[in-house]
């Protein structure tokens, strides 16, 4: 999903459902805010998440 402009936090809560997610990358997801990063609070098998250049705050990432 890298660089993928058309990624917004609906899509977000969908990936969210995917419970088997273990890697994501969301890295220049520009459209991403805190919301919809938190809807993927749910994937307890997530290893890795790569978030280089998003808009996510400190604060969205520590409610993570």
């Known amino acids: 999903?890298?660089?993928c402009s058309k990624i917004t936090?609906?899509?977000l809560q969908y990936l969210g459902a995917a419970?088997?997610?273990q890697h994501?990358?969301?890295s220049w997801c520009r459209k991403?805010?805190?919301s919809g990063f938190l809807s993927l609070a749910p994937l307890?098998?997530?290893r890795y998440i790569?978030?280089?250049g998003c808009k996510f705050t400190d604060?969205?990432?520590e409610r993570f």
Do not use: P
């Open 32 to 34: 991403l805010t805190d």
């Open 19 to 21: 419970k088997s997610v």
């Open 50 to 52: 790569g978030l280089n």
């Open 9 to 11: 936090d609906v899509s």
């Open 44 to 46: 307890s098998n997530l």
């Open 1 to 3: 999903l890298q660089v």
């Open 24 to 26: 994501i990358d969301l």
């Open 59 to 61: 604060a969205g990432v």
